[in-house]
């Protein structure tokens, strides 16, 4: 069965820290894609990062990096020199498997990681 | 701002009535998905549209219903309301609607039931 589990339910850190966020999935897909998303307080749901699983290279993009073990399936998020402005709830999703229906881009979500900066 | 547009912000209405929400996808994306948020689900997937056509179904109830318009709007009907439908109702929207396609998001309407 298809699942994301984000094990941390809340992070606190105080600003200029480095923070990881985990995020651990399951699947019998041979390809299949996981993405984060940001929902900062304000409610909406911001697209971060899309890797597709036969690339496993790490991304970085500013202060955001992505670590990605298919060995250990984890698509784990770091934030580098957290700022306040950090503070939101991130999700870690998948994408549903391939099946008997149509090809589609339906995700599924972990449940989600509160993560609070502190000045 | 991810150009999916999503209306109206906040609902209150009573146990037992029906609403809609719309829904405006991004210029050019063809596929539009439901999602509802609750405090004790987490984010779970209602039902997707591509193209004016149903592409694929979550979790969602014989109460609430879709459709895709021929402009590409959609609109989620939700009836015979409970105090548990209560949750914040995304939409969003993708090229292709397909595994690789990520999903932007617009930013919600949040229902309240009383």
């Known amino acids: 069965a298809q699942k994301v589990t984000q094990a941390q339910t809340e992070i606190s850190v105080v600003e200029k820290e480095d923070v990881t966020l985990d995020c651990v999935y399951e699947?019998?897909?041979?390809?299949?894609?996981l993405f984060w998303y940001k929902q900062p307080p304000s409610g909406e749901l911001v697209f971060l990062i899309r890797?597709?699983?036969?690339?496993?290279q790490n991304e970085i993009s500013g202060r955001y990096s992505w670590n990605f073990q298919k060995s250990t399936s984890s698509f784990n998020f770091t934030i580098t020199a957290s700022q306040v402005v950090d503070s939101a709830v991130y999700f870690c999703a998948l994408s549903a498997p391939l099946g008997l229906s149509s090809n589609t881009g339906k995700l599924i979500f972990g449940q989600g990681t509160t993560l609070q900066v502190k000045p | 701002d991810s150009g999916v547009t999503q209306t109206p912000k906040h609902l209150i209405t009573a146990t037992g009535q029906r609403v809609t929400l719309r829904c405006s996808p991004r210029s050019g994306d063809l596929s539009v998905y439901w999602y509802q948020q609750s405090l004790d689900q987490g984010l779970q997937f209602l039902i997707q549209?591509?193209?004016?056509?149903?592409?694929a179904k979550g979790n969602i109830l014989e109460r609430f219903s879709a459709q895709q318009f021929p402009d590409l709007h959609s609109e989620l009907n939700l009836s015979s309301l409970e105090l548990g439908d209560s949750a914040l109702y995304f939409c969003?929207?993708?090229?292709?609607?397909?595994?690789?396609?990520?999903?932007?998001f617009g930013n919600g309407t949040r229902l309240t039931v009383t």
């Open positions: 969003a929207s993708s090229a292709e609607g397909q595994r690789n396609s990520p999903l932007h």
């Open positions: 549209y591509y193209n004016g056509e149903e592409r």
């Open positions: 699947t019998r897909d041979t390809t299949y894609y």
């Open positions: 890797r597709n699983s036969f690339d496993e």
